[in-house]
């Protein structure tokens, strides 16, 4: 399936987003781990909240996540604790994706984990039982999710959880989310000089209303970047939100785009500003490198990004992705070192005609839909979206946009 775009765009109105995936990821894991459920607003509507709300009925033995990185990583800590044998499994894409880390820092507690295939990658045999703690040494330059896993269910442990985390930190404000989150259901914990600290404690039962994805926020930025014209609401949008991808606001700043708040929302207007380059380290928040590495490229904007080391783990390597399908939009993408990604302006022939492959990774998808505005693209495999953003075709094609 492909699909094909007619942008006659007035970009006015009011969109709808989706719920904060990575909220909601977090409060379904606490709320299961809660004595007493609590009443949960808003949860995002997606492909992978649904796998893990599934998951965590644990109607069944064998658990199979799909493309669901985060339930793979979430439920891997999640099912060390519950009382039986476990089987996670996934997509052929998810079989190789790492997981060393988290499994040697759960075994380092107690854990019995088997690897069923490869060693260091799903489907895993879980043998859960009560896990004493203690401390532990873990790596938090490769993926945040590591961290949140073990976070979220040391109150349950005998002796609750003490993590010194080495080398630098990747997307530190996925941690310091995972901790608000937690204080919110109850929880106290410490987070000082790379040292997490939670003592055994109990989740506390509470009323709690999930805020809207500034990742899915960042496409429709993205969009009055590249069109230099337009006014939108962005309803359920927070200015102090615990989502490190609220940083896109200064980022988009840069690009002429001013945004304001009420109660209710955000609101975005573009006074189109040229920008001549783009150098930001993003370790605190890849999941916006594709939507501004396309925003750069669209708007003749010259880029050198940094702290990349997790965007090759993710769905797809999404670096080779972005060199490979921006290469057919006549961009020439360099990695100028490990964990870089740049743009100098270089163009070549652009391919005739341009299908952008997505790789299984609803970020492609998103991320490259704007570049309809200025070049004719198709979109392969739209249907990823669903992992995020289900309705996000439907909404663009309201701006009649398809």
């Not at 100028?336 to 652009?350: D, V």
């Amino acid at each position: 399936m492909k699909l094909h775009f007619s942008p006659s765009v007035h970009l006015e109105g009011s969109v709808a987003l989706p719920a904060s995936k990575s909220i909601s990821n977090r409060v379904l894991i606490i709320n299961a781990l809660c004595e007493k459920k609590s009443i949960i607003e808003n949860l995002a509507i997606c492909d992978d909240t649904t796998v893990l709300s599934n998951a965590l009925r644990l109607e069944s033995t064998t658990i199979d996540i799909g493309a669901a990185g985060t339930a793979m990583r979430f439920l891997t800590a999640f099912c060390a604790i519950q009382p039986g044998t476990w089987i996670l499994t996934g997509s052929e894409r998810m079989k190789n994706r790492p997981i060393k880390i988290l499994v040697d820092a759960l075994t380092h507690i107690g854990a019995k984990i088997t690897y069923l295939e490869k060693e260091g990658f799903p489907p895993l045999q879980i043998v859960g039982t009560h896990l004493k703690g203690g401390k532990l040494s873990l790596d938090g330059s490769v993926s945040s999710q590591y961290v949140s896993a073990l976070m979220m269910i040391a109150p349950k442990l005998a002796e609750g959880l003490t993590i010194e985390l080495t080398n630098n930190i990747s997307s530190e404000p996925y941690i310091r989310m995972t901790q608000q989150i937690m204080a919110a259901f109850g929880v106290k914990s410490e987070f000082c000089n790379q040292t997490i600290d939670i003592r055994p404690q109990s989740y506390k039962s509470v009323a709690f209303d999930v805020e809207s994805d500034w990742s899915a926020a960042s496409y429709w930025y993205e969009l009055l970047a590249i069109h230099g014209a337009g006014k939108l609401q962005l309803p359920g949008l927070k200015k102090e939100s615990a989502q490190g991808d609220s940083k896109l606001m200064e980022l988009f700043q840069m690009f002429g785009i001013k945004t304001t708040f009420t109660d209710e929302m955000a609101e975005i207007e573009i006074t189109p500003n040229k920008l001549e380059c783009l150098e930001y380290d993003f370790s605190n928040e890849p999941d916006i490198v594709q939507t501004l590495a396309v925003t750069c490229c669209m708007t003749e904007t010259r880029f050198h990004f940094t702290g990349l080391s997790s965007l090759k783990i993710k769905e797809t390597n999404r670096v080779a992705a972005l060199i490979n399908e921006l290469a057919k939009c006549g961009f020439e993408l360099t990695e100028p070192a490990e964990n870089e990604l740049a743009w100098n302006g270089s163009m070549k022939q652009p391919a005739e005609p341009i299908s952008i492959a997505t790789y299984d990774d609803h970020r492609m998808a998103m991320a490259f839909a704007p570049m309809a505005l200025k070049i004719p693209i198709t979109i392969e495999h739209p249907e990823v979206v669903s992992k995020s953003y289900p309705d996000f075709w439907k909404e663009l094609l309201r701006f009649n946009y398809i």
